[in-house]
């Protein structure tokens, strides 16, 4: 790592390096961890080069902490977990302290990823920067790297490859989405307790549901199985429902039980069937 010399900030800029400023985070990933930081940096040191950007190294170090990771290290997990949050606070923020939940609400509404007509019929300016108040950014600490990973890819509201939400927030929209018609004192009374529930993992919800009930796209069809066939009439019938419910949001099982095996006949011989793959 001493033979890089320069790398690139996320808006363009070429600065010097200086692997202190990744010291100090690696050092705060691993506090209080039975894990050691300079190992998690020994281990990206191969993947920092010279011209490598901000994010490459923080990525390389995500990535050495994933490496780590065994039964006899758990916190490992840990510590991974915190690096890809300093990752998704950067993404979001530009920094690690949070922003105003507002300023944030409407950026993502006016680039069209959050459905902001919904959200501000129901809430006035007032009402987002109260629930501001119910946001617990330390909970992040409560997470572990295989968690947050499946969060970050699957659930937070990402365009063009950039994160636009935290985890907290992500949290926080999603019940007062759900609970947007209720009025007054109970919906104060809902949105905090449902917040509450989903930030300390005590309740999960569906993958449709965490994905799109921030968005205008929102159509909660889950946990379908879909029987296929073996003809190239209900294949092709299959192929289409698969493609008609991956596109409208489903989350989606195959039953492929009477496909037949891997070198079956096919019309008394003429073929032999290729199985499953």
Known sequence: MSVVENIIKNDGRIE??????????????AEG???????????????IIEGSSS?????????????????????????????LNQKIRKDVYGQWEPKPLLEMINNNAKAGYYDGKYL???????????????????????????????VEKSYLM?????????????FLLIVMFAFAKYKGKLRDKWV????????????????????????????????NVLAMGDS?????????AIYLMVAGGAGLGVQPGDIRGINAPIDNGRLEHTGYF
């Not at 050691?36 to 990206?44: C, K, Y």
């Open 33 to 47: 961890l039975n894990c050691s930081a300079s190992l998690i940096e020994m281990h990206a040191a191969a993947s």
């Open 232 to 240: 190239k009439e209900t294949l092709a019938n299959a192929a289409r």
């Open 16 to 29: 010097n390096y200086n692997p202190e400023k990744y010291h100090r985070r690696t050092n705060i990933a």
């Open 192 to 223: 905090k307790e449902g917040y509450d529930i989903l930030s300390t993992f005590e309740a999960s919800l569906p993958t449709p549901i965490m994905i799109q009930l921030r968005t205008a796209f929102r159509r909660f069809i889950s946990c």
């Open 55 to 83: 994010q490459d190294i923080q990525k390389a170090l995500i990535k050495a902490g994933a490496d780590l990771i065994t039964p006899e290290f758990p916190d490992y997990e840990i510590a991974t977990a915190r690096l």
């Open 120 to 150: 501000f019929e129901h809430y006035t300016e007032e009402d987002i920067n109260r629930y501001q108040k119910l946001l617990n950014f330390e909970r992040d600490e409560n997470f572990v790297y295989s968690g947050l990973a499946k």
């Open 158 to 170: 990402k365009r063009y490859g950039k994160t636009q939400e935290t985890p907290q927030e992500m």
